[in-house]
């Protein structure tokens, strides 16, 4: 497949194979940031671009900088896999996904240069802007797919992403002692918590127990929300911080 580059920020452009055509008059309201966990760049464009991967990307950025495309925004590149965000599955259908070089937590997990940081919060900003991405709607791997990913992980600086007008963002509570939710309490808070959580967009089912689904689900919102401690814990500064995030949902993202 040969293509023309969606934005002038691509400095290159890898053709993937394995992509497919969205659903007729789907739009694009969704963008994925992940990181790639390999143990090189290059290692993870020719993964990403080689047919026995079954998986593919729209944007790949370097730890210079440098952007790839793989697959135009009009098609539905592999990204996301099984995921949920704010009641809808199958989140390729609808999203843009931006792969970001690093080794990730298996291969040595490490915090992202600027000249990559700044490449992507340029590339997002761009991306946001031409498909009108609700702020909510920029996501974590981990937050749409809590179970199976960690992505981009709590090194990812999203407060810098904000700060160049993409995504949602409140700083985060201090963290401090109080009482606190954890695996295998039970009640109505923990319900309350799962509507919270499910509210903001979450995948979790309301069943009062504070079960594996709801640590996994508490874990990923650390990494993206709260990142200074994650260990899928409800403390005060976590429920805190959902609850600024939700008091401070721009006006497009209030539905």
Same mark, same amino acid.
């Given at each position: &497949?040969?293509?023309?580059?969606?934005?002038?920020?691509? @400095? =290159?452009?890898?053709?993937?194979?394995?992509?497919?055509?969205?659903?007729?008059? *789907?739009? !694009?309201? &969704?963008?994925?940031?992940?990181?790639? %966990? &390999?143990?090189?760049?290059? /290692?993870?464009?020719?993964?990403?671009? $080689?047919? *026995?991967?079954?998986?593919?990307?729209?944007?790949?950025?370097?730890?210079?900088? +440098?952007?790839?495309?793989?697959?135009?925004?009009?098609?539905?590149?592999?990204?996301? @896999?099984?995921?949920?965000?704010?009641?809808?599955?199958? $989140?390729?259908?609808?999203?843009? %996904?931006?792969?970001?070089?690093?080794?990730?937590? *298996?291969?040595?997990?490490?915090?992202?240069?600027?000249?990559?940081?700044?490449?992507?919060?340029? +590339?997002?900003?761009?991306?946001?802007?031409?498909?009108?991405?609700?702020?909510?709607?920029?996501?974590?791997?981990? =937050?749409?797919?809590?179970?199976?990913?960690?992505?981009? @992980?709590?090194?990812?600086?999203?407060?810098?992403?904000? *700060?160049?007008?993409?995504?949602?963002?409140?700083?985060?509570?201090? !963290?401090?002692?109080?009482?606190?939710?954890?695996? %295998? =309490?039970? @009640?109505?808070?923990?319900? /309350?918590?799962?509507?919270? +959580?499910?509210?903001?967009?979450? %995948?979790?089912?309301?069943?009062?127990?504070?079960?594996?689904?709801?640590?996994?689900?508490?874990?990923?919102?650390?990494?993206?929300?709260?990142?200074?401690?994650?260990?899928? !814990?409800?403390?005060?500064?976590? !429920?805190?911080?959902?609850?600024?995030?939700? &008091?401070? +949902?721009? =006006?497009?993202?209030?539905?």
């Amino acid at each position: &497949m040969s293509f023309i580059a969606d934005t002038d920020l691509v @400095g =290159d452009i890898r053709p993937a194979v394995n992509f497919s055509d969205r659903p007729s008059g *789907e739009k !694009i309201d &969704m963008l994925v940031l992940h990181y790639t %966990g &390999m143990k090189s760049g290059k /290692a993870a464009l020719d993964w990403l671009t $080689c047919e *026995e991967s079954r998986v593919s990307c729209h944007y790949l950025v370097f730890e210079d900088g +440098l952007t790839v495309q793989m697959v135009p925004e009009s098609v539905k590149a592999w990204h996301a @896999g099984i995921s949920s965000w704010r009641g809808r599955d199958n $989140c390729n259908t609808f999203s843009v %996904g931006i792969e970001i070089v690093n080794p990730g937590h *298996e291969f040595g997990y490490r915090g992202f240069p600027d000249a990559q940081i700044k490449a992507v919060n340029a +590339l997002a900003a761009d991306i946001v802007k031409r498909n009108a991405i609700p702020a909510r709607n920029v996501v974590a791997h981990s =937050d749409i797919a809590p179970d199976r990913k960690q992505d981009p @992980g709590e090194l990812f600086p999203w407060k810098d992403l904000h *700060e160049s007008g993409v995504g949602h963002f409140v700083e985060p509570e201090r !963290i401090s002692s109080g009482r606190f939710f954890q695996k %295998g =309490d039970e @009640g109505p808070p923990i319900s /309350a918590l799962q509507v919270l +959580l499910a509210t903001y967009g979450y %995948g979790l089912r309301e069943t009062g127990r504070y079960d594996s689904d709801t640590e996994t689900v508490v874990t990923a919102f650390q990494r993206h929300f709260r990142p200074e401690r994650v260990d899928g !814990i409800a403390d005060q500064s976590s !429920i805190a911080t959902l609850h600024k995030l939700l &008091m401070n +949902l721009p =006006d497009q993202d209030t539905t």
